[in-house]
């Protein structure tokens, strides 16, 4: 008898508009305390579904990535995905996924 495969529950964030969001919420740019704790969020995916949580985290990116916050995505245990502009499409699109495995920040 062989073991189930392991399963992983992925919480996907669009970190290009989190800043946009809360500043409509809030009447100005959040200060850093006020940003969510992406950390808390996948403990408690992880604990509700009861097994492990990857964050996908998109970032809206025609040039450089910010490499000190990808740095700390990836402490957190997430994996940042570069999201160029010429691939974006609506979420609501009924065509192809615009992000793909290939996607994903590797650190050199």
Same mark, same amino acid.
């Given at each position: 008898?062989?073991?189930?495969?392991?399963?992983?529950?992925?919480?996907?964030?669009?970190?290009? $508009?989190?800043?946009?969001?809360? &500043?409509? %919420?809030?009447?100005?740019?959040?200060?850093?305390?006020?940003?969510? *704790? /992406?950390?808390?969020?996948?403990?408690?995916?992880?604990?509700?579904?009861?097994?492990?949580?990857?964050?996908?985290?998109?970032?809206?990116? $025609?040039?450089?990535?910010?490499? &000190?916050? %990808?740095?700390?995505?990836?402490?957190?245990?997430?994996?940042?995905? *570069? /999201?160029?502009?010429?691939?974006?499409?609506?979420?609501?699109?009924?065509?192809?996924?615009?992000?793909?495995?290939?996607?994903?920040?590797?650190?050199?």
């Amino acid at each position: 008898m062989t073991a189930a495969p392991a399963r992983t529950t992925y919480v996907l964030i669009d970190g290009e $508009n989190i800043d946009a969001t809360l &500043g409509q %919420v809030f009447g100005r740019r959040p200060a850093p305390q006020e940003r969510p *704790r /992406w950390d808390r969020l996948l403990e408690f995916a992880e604990t509700r579904w009861g097994q492990p949580a990857v964050g996908l985290f998109f970032l809206a990116v $025609n040039g450089e990535l910010p490499m &000190g916050f %990808v740095q700390a995505l990836m402490a957190m245990g997430s994996v940042p995905c *570069r /999201w160029p502009a010429s691939t974006r499409r609506s979420w609501t699109s009924r065509s192809s996924a615009p992000w793909s495995s290939s996607a994903a920040v590797r650190p050199t």
